[in-house]
Every structure is written in C-alpha cells, then in structure tokens.
Nanobody, 119 residues
C-alpha cells in the first residue's frame, strides 16, 4: 500500500502563499514516476473537491476556482508532489489531501494538512 504524507499547511493572511507537499517516503523511484497524484480539499460542511492533478508524465489540470493561482508540480527524484498556492483567499480554507489513483480505488485517505486563510 502506497503511503502518502501531506504537509505544509498553516495559517496565512488573504493574498498570501503556501506550498503544500505530498511525499511518498516508502515508494521507490520507478513506482513513484507512474503515480497520478491529485490534490483535494474539503471545507467544513462541504463535499471534498478536486483541486489539481498531475499525471506521471507531468500533465496537469486544475479546478476552475484555482486556475492561475495554484500550481501543481512534482519532483520525482525526491518523490514529492507540490501544490504552490498563491493569492489565497478565505474560500481556500479547507483540509487539503493528496491521493493517488490506486489509493482512491481502495478508499484510502491520509490525514491531510489544514490550510486556514484569515486576517
């Protein structure tokens, strides 16, 4: 079972930036480069939603609400996927999760990392 660990959340003022990390510490390089990784978020009282996705080959797509503000990238040698979030607003406040297609099929989720945007 693939282990994915989210980190990098915190409290930030509106207009600020954060970079989230999704690490796969137990994966080997040759496996990690095949993972399609998606960032999701869930705000209190709302359904979990897709934020951004990156395939093993580096293709990306984004939710309309974050296009132009968020950037997903990956460093395969470090086995990490990043989510750079700029120009954050209160509407971005949520628990953020990363997941792989495999874990999604198995219904496995990590603990997530909390992002709070507030003045």
């Amino acid at each position: 079972q693939t282990l994915l660990v989210e980190s990098g959340g915190g409290l930030v003022q509106p207009g600020g930036s954060l970079r989230l990390s999704c690490a796969a510490p137990r994966s080997i390089f040759s496996s990690f480069i095949t993972y399609h990784i998606t960032w999701y978020r869930q705000a209190p009282g709302k359904q979990r939603e897709l934020v951004a996705r990156i395939t093993g080959s580096g293709a990306t797509n984004y939710a309309d609400s974050v296009k132009g503000r968020f950037t997903i990238s990956r460093n395969n040698s470090r086995k990490v996927v990043y989510l750079q979030m700029n120009d954050l607003g209160p509407e971005d406040t949520a628990m953020y999760y990363c997941n792989s297609d495999e874990r999604l099929r198995e219904g496995i989720w990590g603990q997530g990392t909390q992002v709070t945007v507030s003045s």
